[in-house]
T-cell receptor, first 115, second 116 residues
Framework: DTGVSQNPRHKITKRGQNVTFRCDPI?????LYWYRQTLGQGPEFLTY????????KSRLLSDRFSAERPKGSFSTLEIQRTEQGDSAMYLC?????????????FGSGTRLTVV | AQKITQTQPGMFVQEKEAVTLDCTYD???????LFWYKQPSSGKMIFLIY??????QNATEGRYSLNFQKARKSANLVISASQLGDSAMYFC?????????????FGAGTRLTVKP
């Protein structure tokens, strides 16, 4: 297991197009998180899954955003009708249960640029 | 309301010296966890150290230590004997609630530059 894997690393898209990112967490981790990070800021929480159940969604996650984790393994984050304000780094992280004192293990992120 | 505050956008330190990165937090929960992450230019967040709200001793991990002052709600990161590879963004984060099952919230970060 090489940690949390995110694909693609970079994505450039035209405004109005749909994009999908994939995250493969550490296999034994039950929890999977999505964060968004804009330049010069800390990561902002978007949503998280416990196994295949999506347990919490931030108000940042507008109806153009959808996330899935169909079999409790990998997850996808889709953004429909992208806007320039969606340009950011999208980070995925995973953690075991019980979460307790464990830090999250992050992937390298997907950098989205909307032109 | 901002839960995590990092007041130092940038810090400089001479190689081999110690540096303290400040973090204050806001919570009404009795049970919470505090974390520090490092984000080098590659972008990958690296977990450094954590402190539980009930821990009486300050956490240490190698050259990293966490100066936890519960009454002041501060959780400063101390890096001893700085190395050039320590140059990165550093984020303080907190999880609240029983077993810290809530999602983690991050501060805005501090950019540390280690000078040779």
């Amino acid at each position: 297991d090489t940690g949390v894997s995110q694909n693609p690393r970079h994505k450039i898209t035209k405004r109005g197009q749909n994009v999908t990112f994939r995250c493969d967490p550490i296999s034994e981790h039950n929890r999977l998180y999505w964060y968004r990070q804009t330049l010069g800021q800390g990561p902002e929480f978007l949503t998280y899954f416990q196994n295949e159940a999506q347990l919490e969604k931030s108000r940042l996650l507008s109806d153009r955003f959808s996330a899935e984790r169909p079999k409790g393994s990998f997850s996808t984050l889709e953004i429909q009708r992208t806007e320039q304000g969606d340009s950011a780094m999208y980070l995925c992280a995973s953690s075991p249960l019980p979460t307790g004192p464990y830090g999250y293990t992050f992937g390298s992120g997907t950098r989205l640029t909307v032109v | 309301a901002q839960k995590i505050t990092q007041t130092q956008p940038g810090m400089f330190v001479q190689e081999k010296e110690a540096v303290t990165l400040d973090c204050t937090y806001d919570t009404s929960d009795q049970s919470y966890g505090l974390f520090w992450y490092k984000q080098p230019s590659s972008g990958k967040m690296i977990f450094l150290i954590y402190q539980g709200s009930y821990d009486e001793q300050n956490a240490t991990e190698g050259r990293y230590s966490l100066n936890f002052q519960k009454a002041r709600k501060s959780a400063n990161l101390v890096i001893s004997a700085s190395q050039l590879g320590d140059s990165a963004m550093y984020f303080c984060a907190m999880r609240e609630g029983v077993l810290w099952n809530n999602d983690m919230r991050f501060g805005a970060g501090t950019r540390l530059t280690v000078k040779p």
